[in-house]
């Protein structure tokens, strides 16, 4: 489904992590349509090995895909793509992608953070949100494995598509995270909701300090969107919240961060752009 009439990504390399499924894989399958050849980075996880009763199977199973599958499905198509599976927690992950990047397909110009770390409900208090129940306090491991993928992987990340675009003096480039956090706290995963806000931090520094060079930074906020983790619970909550108006698929979020690559995107930046 075309976006706009100069949606064409022809020569340009997107990398995209977290991209083995949902919203990551649909933006890497969205954008190989678009013409970019597209760096699958992933890492397969247990998503619910510390909290196992809060997470459907479905979602698990999905954590645990291989993102080869997602590369293979785009050179199916005619597209070009190259899958790394890579622990961001690692210290030289992230020099390691971009080389192997351009190793394989030359400078990468778009950068999607869309890596989550641990998925922790983790609360200061004990009580039942969206039906599940909370039983995790704050602790200092998962404010490690959550920030250390969020923000600490998200902000290296960028400092090396600045770094490496400053270097050929490059006038076009796309930085785009994805959040869910908000000045206002996360309650329920309030770990979660406070890594997501120092990402937007980080990216709306991005904007301000990149932007002469031709590059962009933004945040997509996505609705509820559905990548396995929905139960009727959540969905229930979607239908009865006055600031909810859909549940969403991966798709659905990948076209706006498809839009966002664009040029017809090219003054569109230091956004956080809420999907509801």
Known sequence: MPLLHDGDLSGRTALITGANHGIGRATARLLADMGASVVVSYLRTTAAQHFPQQYPETYQENRRLDGLEVARSIEATGGSALAIEADLLADDAVPMLFDEAEKRFGVVDILVNNATGQCANDSFADKTRHGKQIDARVTGNIIDKTFGVDVKAGALLITEFARRSAQREARWGRIIGLTSGGPMGFPGEV???????????????????????????????????????????VRQFVTQSPDHFHVAEPIDVARVIGFLCTDAASMITGNVIRMR
Do not use: F
Not at 206 to 211: K, Q, R, Y
Not at 215 to 232: C, F, K, R, S
């Open 191 to 233: 770990t979660y909701g406070a890594a997501k806000v120092a990402l937007e931090n980080y990216t709306m520094s991005a904007a301000l300090e990149l932007g002469d060079c031709g590059i962009t930074a933004n945040m997509v906020y996505p609705p509820v969107t559905d990548t396995g983790w929905l139960t009727e619970d």
